[in-house]
């Protein structure tokens, strides 16, 4: 019964904005860190950004520092990225995961995974 959903993947312009949503089903969202990874054509999964539970730190990845944010909204049960600036290399699918801790939040230690949503920077 424990679910995580991703959604708001799609085809966006270099330079434009995507809001991506994971929506948690079967479990509260708020007692787990919720990391985004993402996964490009031929590449390994590499975690983007990363929410803690409780106090609301976050992480990123270099690659989207001062692009992207991470926020949560407990009584939708649903965590956000928000992407701006995007570019080409962006292009990937994205999950959402999530974590006992954040210190958890990294491939491998991830408790349950989304199925993921395509997202695809392209003129």
């Known amino acids: 019964q424990l679910q995580l959903v991703e959604s708001g993947g799609g085809l966006v312009q270099p330079g434009g904005s995507l809001r991506l949503s994971c929506a948690a089903s079967?479990?509260?969202?708020?007692?787990?860190?919720i990391g985004w990874f993402r996964q490009a054509p031929g590449k390994e999964r590499e975690g983007v950004s990363c929410i803690s539970s409780g106090s609301g730190t976050t992480t990123y990845a270099d690659s989207v520092k001062g692009r992207f944010t991470i926020s949560r909204d407990n009584a939708k049960n649903t965590v956000y990225l928000q992407m701006n600036s995007l570019k080409p290399e962006d292009t990937a699918v994205y999950y959402c995961?999530?974590?006992?801790?954040?210190?958890?939040?990294?491939?491998?230690?991830?408790?349950?995974w989304g199925k993921g949503t395509l997202v695809t920077i392209s003129s």
């Open positions: 079967g479990f509260t969202l708020r007692n787990y860190a």
């Open positions: 995961a999530a974590a006992l801790t954040i210190a958890q939040c990294s491939i491998g230690s991830i408790s349950y």
